[in-house]
Every structure is written in C-alpha cells, then in structure tokens.
C-alpha cells in the first residue's frame, strides 16, 4: 500500500512476498513502514515486479516476521492474489485483482 502521510492519517505500509515452487508457503521477505515502505515499492516497480494495494492484507502481512512463511489463515488470500498475477503473465488477465480483503 501506498499512500501519502498526513497528520492522522496511518503511514504508509508495504510488505513483499517471495514464492518459488517447491516452498510449502510464500515467505515475507521485506517489510516497513513511511520511507521503508516507499523504498520497497520502488525497489518492486523498478524490477518489474507487479505492486498490488491491499491494505487488509497488508496489515495482516505486517504481522508475520521477516523470512518466515505466511500463515495458513492467509493461504487462500494470497494464492488468489499470486493466481490473478500468474494469469497476468500469461496473457490471460482479468480486469479486476481479486477480493485479498476479504480474509
């Protein structure tokens, strides 16, 4: 998620997920806040790396530490999320991402 800061409003927030196959779950593998956040999202845009806003599933990532694997309870959000994305990349996009904040 990202998104401007103003007096009493939340910061900005960002978490990046690493999936290859073969790994049991995807593993957060950054995570911040305010210019953190901003770095990650553009360090993610600057190596082509698709930036989904979802700022539901975003506070339920922030919870889970560096370098371990999401949880089972956001299994089904993200392997939603990571199915629209491969659709993407083979041509067979839908319009819109699917609902993550709905966990």
């Given at each position: 998620?990202?998104?401007?800061?103003?007096?009493?409003?939340?910061?900005?927030?960002?978490?990046a997920?690493?999936?290859?196959?073969?790994?049991?779950?995807?593993?957060?593998?950054?995570?911040?806040?305010?210019?953190?956040?901003?770095e990650?999202?553009?360090?993610?845009?600057?190596?082509?790396?698709?930036?989904?806003?979802?700022?539901?599933?975003?506070?339920?990532l922030?919870?889970?530490?560096?370098?371990?694997r999401?949880?089972?309870?956001?299994?089904?959000?993200?392997?939603e999320?990571?199915?629209w994305?491969?659709?993407?990349?083979?041509?067979?996009?839908?319009?819109?991402?699917?609902?993550?904040?709905?966990?």
């Open positions: 998620m990202n998104r401007p800061e103003h007096p009493g409003e939340q910061r900005a927030e960002a978490v997920l690493a999936y290859n196959a073969g790994q049991s779950a995807p593993t957060v593998v950054a995570k911040g806040r305010g210019l953190i956040a901003a990650i999202i553009s360090r993610a845009k600057e190596a082509g790396v698709y930036v989904h806003e979802s700022p539901e599933l975003v506070a339920l922030m919870q889970v530490d560096i370098d371990a999401i949880p089972p309870e956001l299994y089904v959000a993200v392997a999320l990571l199915a994305l491969y659709s993407i990349e083979a041509g067979t996009e839908k319009k819109t991402a699917p609902k993550t904040g709905a966990v």
